[in-house]
T-cell receptor, first 114, second 113 residues
Framework: GENVEQHPSTLSVQEGDSAVIKCTYS??????FPWYKQELGKGPQLIID?????GEKKDQRIAVTLNKTAKHFSLHITETQPEDSAVYFC?????????????FGKGTKLSVKP | DSGVTQTPKHLITATGQRVTLRCSPR?????VYWYQQSLDQGLQFLIQ???????AKGNILERFSAQQFPDLHSELNLSSLELGDSALYFC????????????FGQGTRLTVV
């Protein structure tokens, strides 16, 4: 079946450093790639997304890149802060048509040390 | 606050029982998705409804069922519960379907004892 691989599963960085999380997907028809941040006891929160007709998107300290040929997409967080500590999930839409459901990676636990 | 409301927040029940989880989507959203989150399986897509009709099915067990009502709220029914059904159940909603922003509720933590 379709799947999304996410690496690394845990990531520890010093405050101010950059963090990069990488994902690969298998469904060639996927055309929407969101990233979610989940804090303890809360639901996943959409932080940024990218569509297949775009190679890169940036929002302040967060950027996402997409390589459709290689079926790779990555999340980049610059100037990390302790409040960035959370579990981050990448996801890919299943099928390019009417379905809106997402398949998620297993998550990356990011720890930002002050 | 995402605007998606799930009730109850916590639920403890015995094996063999049946429970109903409720979701109110964001105002204006027509699509509702249900996901199960467990420690070893991550976020697993269960089922999607769009404007009252079932749109897509994922890894949903036959013991589980869902529906979306005319006012667009949705319910997930879990029956003949087993210990392994203990998990967080999330509802998400989006305006349309086919690759649009989906916003998640805070989840219902189900514990089966």
């Amino acid at each position: 079946g379709e799947n999304v691989e996410q690496h690394p599963s845990t990531l520890s960085v010093q405050e101010g450093d950059s963090a990069v999380i990488k994902c690969t997907y298998s469904d060639s028809a996927s055309n929407y790639f969101p990233w979610y941040k989940q804090e303890l006891g809360k639901g996943p929160q959409l932080i940024i997304d990218i569509r297949s007709n775009v190679g890169e998107k940036k929002d302040q300290r967060i950027a996402v890149t997409l390589n459709k040929t290689a079926k790779h997409f990555s999340l980049h967080i610059t100037e990390t802060q302790p409040e960035d500590s959370a579990v981050y999930f990448c996801a890919a839409s299943i099928g390019g048509g009417s379905q809106g459901n997402l398949i998620f990676g297993k998550g990356t636990k990011l720890s930002v040390k002050p | 606050d995402s605007g998606v409301t799930q009730t109850p927040k916590h639920l403890i029940t015995a094996t063999g029982q049946r429970v109903t989880l409720r979701c109110s989507p964001r105002s204006g959203d027509l699509s509702v998705y249900w996901y199960q989150q467990s420690l070893d399986q991550g976020l697993q897509f269960l089922i999607q409804y769009y404007n009252g009709e079932e749109r897509a099915k994922g890894n949903i067990l036959e013991r589980f069922s869902a529906q979306q009502f005319p006012d667009l709220h949705s319910e997930l029914n879990l029956s003949s519960l087993e210990l392994g059904d203990s998990a967080l159940y999330f509802c998400a909603s989006s305006v349309e379907t086919g690759g649009t922003e989906a916003f998640f509720g805070q989840g219902t933590r189900l514990t089966v004892v």
